[in-house]
């Protein structure tokens, strides 16, 4: 562009004119001549601004904003959208939002209960993510976002000014299942692995379609167990919170897995395995933790729930705590279930093939 100018400015006649009347000419020349110039540079300066500067974008949504009433405002950016439905936890409907002239939808909550929200928002009848908010729930099937709506210290979810441990993530090749896969281990306050101090374990199992990091991402399962140990309400323990499928396919759409008792069976059977064959092993390797059954715990929560019942009431030599909340996948056939149980096992348990 910039030799452009300088070539305008260069076309002037080469012919000798005499005297002042030639010198005026050839300057009014010149003058005109850069006056066009500056036209067309400034034609081609316009453009070539407009080229390379971006595009106005919205400012950033704020999205969820907390007020200090503990409502919550949700903002959605969607000009062209002609619905946007908020599903919020511990709501009986989904809650509409309206639009503003600048294409924004925003809907504010009643004041809530202090407590982490999950949520998401359905644009157009497709579920979605809050795009403006980083905190995500890590779920193999749903796609929610999640808001804390923050309490006194007091509650046991709230980060307290306590010691505070380490959660770990371990990966391995799983002949049992045939995939690649991981679990977490939390270690608490002051564990040393260089030390002698063996910890007693808890295997803490996930729900369907929860990931093996449900239990600190969402439960906050390591906040809650440190402030209850600062208070004197837990022991420091070991939790070990390993992936819950046996059958990785019942995560496929239409799986059929709780109808299909075949596909059920062997997720229930196949996890049962890795659990016993490989993530103990491997946890027993690498941690001080006490190798007794007294020692050592399983609970869970939903498909959890039914696989420390199942695991831990078939496994007796191997589980002398066993915990299930809201247990799901289980039949009422409980011989069949528990075919060695009776109500001498618990204080002389049987050694069992894992």
Request: with cysteine.
């Amino acid at each position: 562009m910039f030799r452009l100018l300088a070539g305008i400015c260069d076309i002037v006649p080469l012919q000798e004119t005499g005297g002042m009347r030639g010198i005026m000419k050839r300057m009014f020349l010149r003058l005109a001549n850069l006056r066009v110039a500056i036209q067309v540079g400034a034609i081609f300066l316009g453009t070539f601004l407009a080229a390379i500067t971006p595009a106005q974008t919205p400012l950033p949504l704020v999205s969820p904003e907390v007020h200090t009433d503990r409502s919550v405002t949700f903002r959605f950016h969607g000009p062209n959208v002609k619905e946007v439905l908020v599903h919020l936890d511990g709501t009986a409907k989904p809650l509409p939002m309206q639009k503003d002239a600048q294409g924004v939808w925003s809907a504010t909550t009643d004041p809530l209960a202090s407590d982490y929200y999950n949520y998401s928002f359905s644009v157009d009848g497709e579920n979605s993510f809050d795009p403006s908010n980083y905190a995500t729930v890590p779920n193999f099937l749903y796609r929610e976002s999640s808001v804390h709506v923050p309490g006194p210290a007091t509650l046991p979810w709230e980060t307290q000014d306590v010691p505070h441990g380490e959660v770990h993530h371990h990966f391995y090749k799983s002949g049992v299942v045939g995939d690649d896969r991981g679990f977490f281990v939390y270690t608490p306050p002051g564990y040393d692995p260089r030390g002698k101090q063996a910890y007693p374990v808890l295997y803490l199992l996930h729900g369907f379609s929860d990931d093996a990091n449900a239990w600190t991402a969402v439960g906050r399962a390591n906040v809650i167990l440190e402030n209850r140990m600062a208070q004197g309400k837990a022991k420091p323990m070991i939790v070990v919170m390993p992936l819950g499928y046996g059958a990785p396919e019942v995560l496929a759409p239409n799986s059929g897995v709780f109808h299909d008792r075949a596909l059920t069976e062997r997720n229930f059977d196949k996890f049962r395995e890795a659990l016993l064959q490989e993530v103990i092993p491997r946890v027993e390797g690498a941690y001080l933790v006490v190798k007794d059954r007294n020692a050592r715990a399983i609970a869970g929560l939903s498909m959890g729930g039914a696989e420390s019942l199942l695991t831990g009431l078939n496994t007796l030599n191997q589980f002398a705590w066993i915990g299930a909340f809201s247990s799901g996948g289980i039949t009422e056939e409980f011989d069949k279930e528990f075919p060695a149980l009776d109500a001498k096992a618990a204080s002389s348990p049987k050694p069992a093939a894992p």
